[in-house]
């Protein structure tokens, strides 16, 4: 049931030089925005593994959205154009693990834009008040200690997945159970 | 770990809005951290002085400071922690002045979202690890893409401060706009007489390459090692060989030609040189119009050229140019006055842009500085300027003011009364805007002195009547309808993006607005620098400019040329990716990744393959570290820890909320 009083949960993730600087220009220019968007500074939309957004929807988020810079127009020439094939790819990946799409998007902002940054936090604040409280989901979340198993890092605790911290050569590939190979996965994100 | 975090109030800016004292109270309670406390302004001296007596005092590892953007403090901040001996990237900044006080006016609301904000910090800070800047040597050379006004005065304050410099212009001779003007404001100097000694000394510098009908095509690497590809395009003319004579301009049979620095009030010929004062002064072919390009003709200029310069199969030519920093001057271009319908502008031979104007103004114009009516030669007797056409003007997509339009407009109102003395002046304006020193004197004199009549009101409509122009407009002052017959009408055609400046942005890796100006880094501390350090700005790239702004911005932004390329060795930043030895397999997906060329195999003494990270080239994206499909690539100050650190700090305290 959609509840327009209470707060909702919403990360995102912002690239240093366009859109980190196009909510900042919105600041700057004082356009009123709903407050639930937590901001994660990113240096560009490139850095986003998918897996954080899964991650974060998984376990209490009830909304991602990535922005970045307008596609030819990255800080790192083409940081933004692996963002948007492997973020389109998760956005399609996301019901396979029972997440409603819409609890994701990604967007590009460029630091000029504040009144676009404004607008699409508004539109994507209101989508996820419409979509309600993402439901727990005990079930992702074990696929996601699974998968997070398959990346060879700790998958014992669901918020403890800290590659570099766990200085572990990669484990056994499971493979069996799996809904999806984290190599296949792999492979579609970043092939050409 | 002992980490101390500080709360800005930012005056009233964040306290407003935001419960400064309550996020330090909440901020004691997060893991690691021993010290919190709330200060009115943490980048002030005694903030600063705070933070470093704390470090030193309580012994802290790291400091979170929750202020404003990270674009706007991160380095003032950096510095602080750095006095007080500790690693400068052993710092978090938590924005909650952009991000939260800025945003809403829920006090309630903004207090928790800034807790999060540096409860996020916190968790992210506790996995920073020391970094240590690596040192790297810069060439010291700079480019200037852009010849007007801006571009010269950059490249010779760059040469003269020991720089050698490439100068790219696209167009055959250096100069830009204000090589086209007649006289500038408020001194009414002559312009090409002030500007072409500087064009000159342009032309002579033996510290100045100049590429003139050339553009750049691709920008790699990164501050002190640019590399540039400039393609030159053909002249179809040697121009080592080529003296300026203009033997072949006499000769050259295709005459309908439009002349482009005359702004098209004339014609001129397939082989040009466009101004007696022009840098570099050598004969060019336009080969979409030469009868020899389009129809395989002709070749007279062959024939007749005295220094066997002309050639036919001259190609273009693509040199590669290293640089340690790059001004963009690339300038402006007009609004099209045709958009503006209402005026007939195209349609009536008689109503003509300012630039139009100018060009007829000018001695060494068409026209030879007499003012004529396009339409049958004769010397106009009433002559009306219409401002604001394509500025403030949201019907056309061009809300800004152009900036110069106002002073122009008098400095012609003036000219054409000195022209004709029996002449009448009419200026449709909406507001007068002459804020520069001298300006608002000027346009008084064009009102009392030369006696020009000033209508506060746009014009409705532009129609002709016999060989006359009727121009029907309001009065907005009288609050009454004007009518008057005008034999000349010039509309005060307000200032544009330079056309490809979007592309050009795109190269240089820089953020343009929407309407394809340049952004500079901060609109009022750092205005001639860019988000990508080692890329300047100076002139109307980034805003609509008259020439001593141009020319003031185009020192400034020779002067942090100079000041960064005066270090033989630059430091590099060291949030870049580290391998993972251990960890990597050597599948290569990072190496094909990188868009900088900055990580390559390693063939160990087994003969397998691991990634090595070139450190002075690499430019922290961390497109690799999402590749890499065992996680062995990690981009420092941004790993999958850190990231992740602040993911679950927001979502274990969601979740805790919800359970409790």
Known sequence: MPDMDRDYRIIGFLCNWCSYGGADAAGVARFSQPTELRIIRVPCSGRVDPMFVAKALLSGADGVLVSGCHPRDCHYTEGNLYARRRLELLRRFLPIIGVDEGRFEYVWVSASEGSRWRDMVTKFTEKIHALGPMPRMAEAARTLCTLEGMLGVSSAQPDMWHADAAGKPPAQRPGQNALLSMDDYKEVMDGE | ?660
């Open chain 2, 1 to 660: 770990m002992r980490i101390g975090v500080m709360v800005c109030h930012c005056g009233n800016n964040i306290a407003a809005t935001v419960d400064c004292e309550a996020v330090a109270l909440a901020a004691r309670e997060f893991p690691d951290v021993v010290f919190s406390t709330d200060h009115m302004y943490a980048c002030s001296d005694p903030g600063q002085g705070t933070i470093e007596k704390t470090i030193r005092e309580l012994k802290l590892d790291g400091v979170v400071v929750a202020s404003c953007s990270p674009r706007m403090h991160e380095v003032t901040f950096r510095r602080a922690v750095e006095r007080a001996g500790l690693n400068r990237y052993m710092f978090e900044m938590a924005n909650i002045r952009e991000h939260v006080a800025w945003i809403s006016l829920d006090r309630k609301r903004n207090t928790e979202k800034a807790i999060d904000l540096v409860r996020m910090a916190v968790e992210k800070l506790r996995y920073d690890r020391p970094l240590t800047a690596k040192s790297f040597e810069v060439q010291k050379r700079v480019l200037i893409i852009g010849a007007g006004v801006a571009g010269i005065q950059a490249a010779l304050d760059c040469a003269e401060g020991g720089l050698d410099v490439i100068l790219v212009e696209r167009r055959q001779s250096i100069g830009g706009v204000m090589s086209k003007l007649d006289k500038t404001f408020p001194t009414v100097d002559c312009s090409v007489c002030v500007l072409g000694p500087k064009m000159v000394d342009v032309g002579q510098h033996p510290r100045i390459t100049l590429h003139a009908l050339s553009e750049v095509e691709e920008l790699s690497g990164y501050v002190g090692n640019f590399e540039v590809k400039i393609r030159k395009k053909s002249p179809f003319v040697d121009w080592t060989k080529c003296t300026g004579c203009g033997a072949c301009l006499e000769k050259c049979p295709s005459r309908k030609v439009r002349d482009s620095h005359n702004e098209g009030i004339c014609t001129t010929t397939a082989i040009t040189i466009p101004f007696p004062q022009a840098i570099p002064k050598r004969a060019a072919i336009d080969p979409t119009v030469c009868l020899r390009f389009t129809k395989g003709k002709c070749g007279v200029c062959q024939k007749i050229c005295p220094a066997d310069a002309i050639d036919y199969d001259m190609a273009d030519e693509v040199i590669t140019e290293k640089v340690g920093a790059v001004i963009a001057a690339t300038g402006l271009d007009l609004f099209d006055h045709k958009k503006c319908g209402e005026y007939g502008g195209g349609r009536y031979p008689d109503v003509i842009t300012s630039l139009q104007y100018e060009r007829m103004l000018s001695a060494s114009g068409p026209t030879a500085g007499h003012i004529k009516r396009p339409s049958n030669g004769e010397e106009p007797k009433t002559v009306v300027f219409i401002a604001c056409v394509g500025s403030r003007d949201r019907s056309v997509d061009r809300p800004y003011c152009s900036n110069f339009c106002c002073m122009y407009t008098a400095k012609q109102a003036i000219l054409t009364r000195d022209h004709i003395p029996d002449s009448r002046a009419y200026v449709f304006y909406m507001d007068i805007r002459a804020t520069g020193k001298g300006y608002e004197e000027f346009v008084r004199r064009a009102q009392e002195e030369y006696d020009v009549q000033y209508i506060r009101g746009r014009v409705a409509q532009v129609y002709p009547d016999g060989n006359q122009l009727v121009v029907r407009g309001a009065d907005t002052l009288l609050g009454s309808q004007v009518e008057i017959k005008a034999d000349l009408v010039v509309l005060a055609v307000g200032a544009e993006s330079a056309h490809g400046a979007p592309e050009l942005a795109e190269k240089l890796r820089i953020s343009y607005d929407a309407y394809g100006f340049f952004l500079e880094s901060h609109p009022k501390l750092r205005p001639v620098e860019t988000n990508t350090v080692g890329v300047f700005l100076a002139g109307a790239c980034q805003a609509p400019k008259d020439i001593p702004a141009s020319v003031a911005q185009a020192s400034a932004a020779a002067g942090k040329v100079l000041a960064l390329l005066s270090k033989d060795k630059l430091e590099s930043d060291p949030q870049i990716a580290q391998v993972q030895t251990i960890r990597c397999i050597g599948c290569g997906k990072c190496e094909r990744t990188c868009p900088f060329g900055a990580i390559r195999m390693r063939e160990l003494r087994d003969g397998s393959k691991r990634a090595e990270v070139v450190e002075t080239v690499c430019q922290g994206c961390g497109i690799c570290s999402v590749t890499c499909p065992v996680r062995a690539i990690q981009l420092a100050h941004f790993t999958d820890s850190q990231l992740l650190a602040e993911v679950n700090a927001l979502c274990r305290t969601w979740t805790e909320t919800t359970e409790s």
